[in-house]
Nanobody
C-alpha cells in the first residue's frame, strides 16, 4: 500500500522559509518520479515541482521557480521541498505525489497516490 506522509508545514511570515518533507513507503521509491502539488482554498490543484527517480532532473512552475527547491533522498525514501522567500499567495495545502512518469503537471500523478497534505500559511 502506497503511503505518503507530509510534514514541516505551518505558519510563516512573508519572506520566510519552510522545508516540507514527505516520508514514502509501500513502493520502490527510487523507481518513481515525484511531485509537489498545492491547492489553495476555493481553487483547483496547482502543480509546483517535479523530480525524477534518480534525482538529477527537476522542473518548477513559473510561480515558484528560483524560490523553491525539490529534492529527494532515496536512501531514506524521503521527498523534500525547500520553500524560500514565501509569499502570501503560496498559502495552500501542499501534497506530495507519486507519479507514473516525470512530467511538468499533475495529470501524470493519480490523485489516489497523493499524501494527505500539509497546510502552509504565509501571513504577517
Amino acid at each position: 500500500e502506497v503511503q505518503l506522509v507530509e510534514s514541516g508545514g505551518g505558519l510563516v511570515q512573508p519572506g520566510g522559509s519552510l522545508r516540507l518533507s514527505c516520508a514514502a513507503s509501500g513502493f520502490a521509491f527510487s523507481n518513481y518520479a515525484m511531485s509537489w502539488i498545492r491547492q489553495a482554498p476555493g481553487k483547483g490543484p496547482e502543480w509546483v515541482a517535479a523530480i525524477n527517480g534518480i534525482g538529477y532532473r527537476t522542473e518548477y512552475s513559473d510561480s515558484v521557480k528560483d524560490r523553491f527547491t525539490i529534492s529527494r533522498n532515496n536512501d531514506n525514501n524521503t521527498l523534500y521541498l525547500q520553500a524560500n522567500n514565501l509569499k502570501t499567495e503560496d498559502t495552500a495545502m501542499y501534497y506530495c505525489a507519486k507519479c507514473r512518469f516525470f512530467c511538468s503537471g499533475y495529470n501524470c500523478c493519480p490523485q489516489n497516490s497523493w499524501g494527505q497534505g500539509i497546510q502552509v500559511t504565509v501571513s504577517s
